[in-house]
């Protein structure tokens, strides 16, 4: 099956190297090259992925991301250039699923679609109940996290945020969503209460929390559970 | 005796009129009680008569000079008051900085000093702009004049006397920076509009001290602006016109003669074109970089956070290009939290450990560490080091260090340093002892450290 992409760019170069390398790729592509056009498109077809470029001329990508996540739960990947932390995080908030920064190679593209379908696609099966990669091993349902073969004993905040992150496997996940779903939405500036949970939760589970290979940083962003 | 001492008391103490009138009350009553026949306002002899106007002659000139002497003494007591205002008025306005500042205290000097109700009000050097459209029109009109002739207007001044209140310059001619209004002025009072001058003139000194100071800050920031982008235009046009002749050179040769080009040279070509590419973007990226951390208006996105994160991300990234891991990091556990921007302060230990291996071959050391004010982070290598007569200009943009002949503008390190004082910190060069150079980030840290929640 083919499947399809939505690209929405308002450069005209990049626009036409992204469908190039996505075709190139197997994909079919649309194109649109502002919010109303892609919202148009979305009429009348169902894409795959949405790969979204920030600050469009006709306004916000927010608003098709809050029409996307309307009707459909398929992935979104918010294309930006550096210095957007903030409306980035606005969009990741909204429900995009992931963002890539401007300059990327054409690699860097394909392999964020590829993560964004593999877990959309287990998402839309069932909610993610385990988590394997190397030596770490997490049963959401047992309540069970294995590291190095040995059984961890986490309190109940760590586990809770070891748990959104396994839910969302391989994704960015914004400080936000993180200390609305764990500690409550009246909490959602308390980043510190992340940056001393995640240091506790990386002694227990990394070899080295100095360079971790689970709990990624997302650095201003976000974390990000390793998948691969 | 005791007559002529009540008269001196009354006189001191109470008004003109009601002095005189308590002169003649208390001769008529010495009159009545003393002079025979007692009793009556009648007097027998005609010494006693004469007496009795001597007396009352006596009083009307003591009650006189007693009422000289407590004017003399108020006014005495006025202009030590106003003399003691003025000073402190000057003291004051030594440390004022904006205009804003002096009107304030001019406000309050005037409110202090004069009863009728007083208005100061600022306007451009430029008279013809003149001053707020909220003034009433006759109080505009009035001290825009007085602006215009420089002079004071009102009762006793000889200009406008028919006003009911001074108006007052702010400043000399040529240098004027607003009016004052004092209402209810009197012809008379001359200390009064004296006085008002004096509060005047220095108000006016101060606010063309004022003028000036930002009129010249303003020139030296715009010379320093603009030599910063000829030094910026210079630099950029030699630094992007390399990486650009090699783009371009490269992707025509690819359009026209690839059929001619082995499958290595296109390889090769391909390489230059992403490689160069990549170069341009780094230094555009770090130009506007640069140009937002010197504008006055950079805001830092701060938050808590934690080095060892970012130490860790910014690893996760680098590490792609150090496939031997010659990097060995050291961070402790239990570092504090600092207020920063983590994107900006993830580009400086980036660029510093890019550097490092680029002109390094052997292990770099990064290591953290913190104590009760401060967190520090060290990147050591052994390198070739920093030539001694390079060192002073080591951060300054496009100083062009052309270490071992590899190729750079010199924007990194200013970026880096540039970021390092923007959150309150400081990034300093070492020479690292055994050859190599030791560059360290020193960040304040916050005695009050953020709680976690109590569960």
Not at chain 2, 18 to 45: M, Y
Not at chain 2, 57 to 85: F, P
Not at chain 2, 270 to 294: F, G, K, M
Not at chain 2, 304 to 309: A, I, R, V
Request: glycine share 6%; with cysteine; hydrophobic share 45%.
């Amino acid at each position: 099956m083919t499947l399809r992409v939505l690209v929405l760019e308002d450069d005209r170069e990049i626009r036409s190297l992204m469908q190039s390398s996505l075709t190139a790729e197997g994909f079919a592509v649309q194109t649109a090259v502002s919010v109303s056009e892609a919202k148009a498109l979305l009429q009348h077809t169902t894409p795959d992925v949405v790969v979204l470029d920030l600050g469009l001329p006709d306004g916000d990508g927010i608003e098709l991301v809050h029409a996307v996540r309307k009707r459909y739960s398929l992935p979104i990947l918010v294309v930006s250039a550096r210095h957007q932390e903030s409306q980035k995080i606005q969009l990741l908030d909204a429900g995009a699923d992931d963002y890539l920064t401007k300059p990327f190679s054409v690699g860097e593209l394909l392999a964020r679609i590829r993560v964004a379908l593999r877990h959309r696609g287990t998402a839309l099966d069932a909610a993610v109940k385990v988590h394997v990669l190397d030596d770490l091993h997490v049963d959401l349902t047992r309540h069970l996290v294995q590291c190095r073969g040995e059984t961890l004993h986490l309190t109940p905040t760590e586990f809770k945020l070891l748990a959104r992150l396994v839910r969302s496997a391989g994704r960015v996940v914004t400080h936000r969503q993180l200390l609305s779903d764990v500690w409550g939405a009246e909490f959602t500036e308390h980043t510190h209460y992340l940056r001393l949970y995640m240091a506790q939760l990386r002694a227990k589970i990394e070899a080295d929390p100095a360079e971790p290979r689970h709990l990624l940083t997302e650095t201003g962003i976000g974390y990000r559970l390793a998948v691969v | 005796m005791v007559y002529v001492l009540a008269v001196v008391i009354a006189s001191y103490t109470l008004s003109w009129k009601e002095s005189v009138a308590c002169a003649i009350g208390s001769v008529t009553a010495f009159n009545f009680f003393f002079v025979p026949p007692r009793l009556t306002f009648q007097v027998d002899s005609q010494e006693h008569l004469i007496a009795l106007f001597t007396m009352l002659l006596v009083a009307l000139v003591i009650s006189h000079l007693a009422a000289d002497l407590r004017r003399e003494t108020e006014a005495a007591r006025l202009n030590a008051q106003r003399a003691g205002q003025l000073q402190m008025l000057a003291t004051d306005l030594a440390s004022a900085s904006t205009p804003e500042e002096i009107a304030a205290l001019g406000r309050a000097a005037l409110d202090s000093a004069f009863d009728g109700p007083c208005v100061l009000a600022l306007c451009e050097p430029q008279a013809e702009q003149g001053f707020s459209a909220d003034l009433p029109d006759s109080l505009r009109n009035a001290m825009q004049c007085c602006v215009n002739e420089a002079a004071v207007l009102g009762p006793g001044t000889g200009r406008w006397p028919g006003l009911d209140a001074w108006y007052l310059p702010l400043g000399s001619k040529g240098q004027m920076s607003g009016a004052v209004c004092v209402q209810s002025a009197n012809s008379g009072d001359h200390s009064g509009r004296e006085h008002a001058q004096a509060l005047c003139s220095l108000l006016g000194q101060a606010l063309w001290r004022v003028r000036l100071t930002s009129t010249v800050l303003a020139a030296q920031q715009e010379a320093q602006r603009q030599q910063m982008q000829s030094t910026f235009l210079a630099a950029i046009s030699h630094d992007l016109r390399t990486p650009l002749a090699a783009v371009v050179g490269a992707a025509s040769s690819l359009q026209t003669q690839r059929d001619k080009l082995s499958s290595s040279e296109q390889e090769r070509l391909l390489v230059s074109i992403v490689s160069e590419a990549t170069y341009l973007s780094t230094l555009t990226e770090n130009t506007l970089q640069l140009v937002r951390l010197t504008s006055a208006s950079q805001v830092l996105n701060r938050d808590w956070e934690s080095m060892e994160e970012i130490v860790g991300a910014v690893l996760a990234r680098v590490r792609q290009r150090d496939t031997k891991r010659r990097i060995k990091s050291r961070v402790p556990e239990h570092l504090p939290l600092i207020q920063a921007d983590p994107v900006l302060l993830a580009q400086l230990i980036g660029n510093l450990l890019d550097n490092a291996l680029k002109y390094s071959t052997d292990a770099i050391d990064l290591s953290v560490s913190a104590n009760a004010h401060e967190l520090l982070v060290n990147v050591k290598d052994r390198g070739p080091g920093i030539p001694h007569e390079q060192v002073h200009t080591l951060f300054e943009p496009f100083s062009h260090t052309d270490r071992t002949g590899q190729r750079g503008a010199g924007l990194g390190l200013a970026v880096c340093k540039a970021i390092a004082l923007a959150h309150g910190g400081s990034l300093t060069f070492r020479h690292r002892q055994g050859g190599g150079s030791t560059f360290t980030l020193t960040l304040p840290v916050d005695a009050q450290q953020p709680e976690k929640e109590q569960v």
